[in-house]
């Protein structure tokens, strides 16, 4: 199996940044598509960003310009710049990793964007 662990969520103003990290390891045998979903209190899980084997990016329309993500193949590790908050964008986030016909998830990790 596959274990993510994710670490960089927190409690941020309006307008601050954050940085997400999800370490990957475990049965991991080639480079796999990575990224995160959220989920706020209430709503569905929506797509924020994903990024290819091939270092391919999307992006919600929602986070475009402000969220970028990234990955180091060294490491396993995917990570997600957060800039210019907003507090609608306070929710679990959840980082993923989908292989060939699995995908796994982390643990999750709390956003809120408050005054």
């Known amino acids: 199996q596959v274990q993510l662990a994710e670490s960089g969520g927190g409690l941020v103003q309006p307008g601050g940044s954050l940085r997400l990290s999800c370490a990957a390891s475990g049965r991991i045998y080639s480079v796999n598509d990575m990224g995160w979903y959220r989920q706020a209190p209430g709503k569905g899980r929506e797509l924020v960003a994903h990024i290819s084997s091939g270092s391919t990016t999307n992006y919600a329309d929602s986070v475009k310009g402000r969220f970028t993500i990234s990955r180091d193949n060294t490491k396993n590790t995917v990570y997600l710049q957060m800039n210019n908050l907003r507090p609608e964008d306070t929710a679990v986030y959840y980082c993923?990793?989908?292989?060939?016909?699995?995908?796994?998830w982390g643990q999750g990790t709390q956003i809120t964007v408050s005054s």
């Open positions: 993923f990793e989908s292989q060939s016909i699995h995908t796994y």
